[in-house]
């Protein structure tokens, strides 16, 4: 399987090819100092185990995410039975999608950090197997998930991830894979910047590679990777990265 990361900036201007990623990511010259490293003792978490704290129905888990300005506040989208949420950190979860989003095949939830009452799902399971819910979009709540309503992009098919702005709700980034039996142009990444009224195509390489994933640098979230991947599914096989393709910078 071949994977392919790139990226991009608000300018959408070409500026660098992927192998000078590498070059950036050299040792420091001798005149600069290397940062230091914080340590940590790792017997602080000694004590800690994994254990289990649901749901126990719900089906294959696609998607987790947290909200750092509420620290026991936890959102969980799974591939065929929409999404649910935990205010106590996974003491309770309940369905907050049920009667309001119509797809159960969630493919990634995105809670504003500015605004945790903004929330962006992008519907259709990115994880391709035997049995595939195509996703129909994209949809948003304003009211932390009380209502639910369409935010476009109906044909992305599946949705493998959606990002907000750190600091600006109402731009957003989609990564679409597209169609999961069939070319399609509707793939690659999306961005918004207007909640998700309009939708500007801002990357895509051909209508058999979609986007899987996208991620916001942290320091600069103008600067946005994207990791592209070709996923079809066959009625007699799955197309895994069979596809060539090139990386490129934005």
């Known amino acids: 399987m071949r994977r392919i990361v790139l990226t991009l900036s608000a300018a959408t201007t070409v500026c660098a ?4 990623l590498a070059r950036a990511q050299r040792a420091p010259a001798a005149h ?9 003792d790792t017997m602080l978490f000694h004590g800690l185990r994994f254990r289990m704290v649901g749901p126990p129905r719900g089906g294959r888990v696609t998607t987790v995410t947290g909200v750092p300005s509420q620290p026991r506040t936890f959102y ?4 065929s039975g929409g999404v649910f949420r935990t205010t ?3 003491a309770s979860w309940v369905p907050i999608t049920d009667g309001k989003v119509p797809v159960g095949s969630t493919g990634s939830i995105a809670v504003s950090e500015s605004d945790p009452n903004t929330i962006y ?61 069939k070319p399609s142009a509707e793939r690659g990444v999306f961005k918004s910047t207007d909640g998700g009224k309009t939708w500007r195509k801002v990357l895509f390489v051909s ?3 979609g986007a899987a994933d996208v991620e916001l640098n942290p320091a600069n979230p103008d600067v946005v990777y994207a990791w592209l ?9 799955i197309i895994s990265g069979a596809q060539n393709s090139t990386g490129v910078g934005f």
């Open 32 to 40: 600069q100092s290397a940062p230091m490293l914080a340590s940590v």
């Open 88 to 90: 106590d950190a996974g």
């Open 17 to 20: 090819l992927i192998p000078s």
């Open 121 to 181: 799902l992008g519907t259709g399971s990115d994880d391709i197997r035997s049995n595939v819910s195509t996703g129909r979009g994209v949809y948003k709540t304003t009211d932390g998930g009380t209502t639910w309503s369409f935010s476009g992009l109906y044909d992305a098919g599946q949705i493998g991830a959606v990002r907000v702005h750190p600091t600006n709700s109402s731009v957003v980034w989609v990564a679409a894979i597209g169609n999961a039996f």
């Open 207 to 209: 209508d058999s590679v």
């Open 229 to 237: 991947w070709h996923g079809e599914r066959k009625p007699w096989t």
């Open 76 to 79: 969980m989208g799974v591939a």
